[in-house]
């Protein structure tokens, strides 16, 4: 058995006196795809952020590569190999595409920015159309490939992901969740949040369920998808 790339041992995160994690413990290994579920407030994205130390965990232990990293900095986490596209796809407004994705290398330096950024054109043959447009000016999914794509030009060797599909179409939902299962075949290792279940399942190796900071729940995410608990609070009951 593979190693994990990340693992979270017992975590508890605490905002003032509220305890946003309580003892979460997860694993997500080389080449998986995984995803975290649950509703508004459970705590997803403060698990993700923890990743990078803020806000920073009061108990427990996050491992990268075998390296504990509970307390790095969130550049030292973002220089060794993990990137994240954070909730509400925050780009740079002002900034042009091309701009965007430059600002992505900082963590790593510009050495290989012009080879990845035509890669990264080629999984998002939209963002090539767009290169010199202003970020601002994009569509909400435009927008959202830009921030994975920013991320991606980080070279990561995890890629976090906080709902790409918030607030979304549907039909922009699809091509988003096709782009991260194209990722996904190039061996990239991707822990994504998501509220929308059916989705983030389908796409996953493996999910966690999250309600109020506990994990409740953990399988394939195709026993997720037929688990009646995650149905009936997740996918409509259907
Ligand atoms: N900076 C903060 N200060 C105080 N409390 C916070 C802070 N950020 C989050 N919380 C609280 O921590 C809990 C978990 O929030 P979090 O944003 O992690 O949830 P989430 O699962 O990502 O929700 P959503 O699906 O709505 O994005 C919530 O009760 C929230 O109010
Ligand atoms: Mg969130």
Redesign the pocket.
Known sequence: MSEPILELKEVDVH??V?Q?LKKVSLHIDEGETVSLI??????????LMSIFGQPRASAGQILFRGTDITHKSSHYVASNGVAQAP?GRRVFPDMSVEENLLMGTIPIGTAHADEDMQRMFELFPRLKERRNQRAMTMSGGEQQMLAIARALMSRPKLLLLD?PSLGLAPIVVKQIFQTLRELATTGMTIFL?E?NANHALRLSDRAYV?VTGEIRLSGSGEELLGNQEVRNAYLGGH
């Open positions: 905002y003032g509220i946003a649950g509703s508004n407030g459970a705590g997803k994205s403060t698990l909730e709902e949040v509220q999250m």
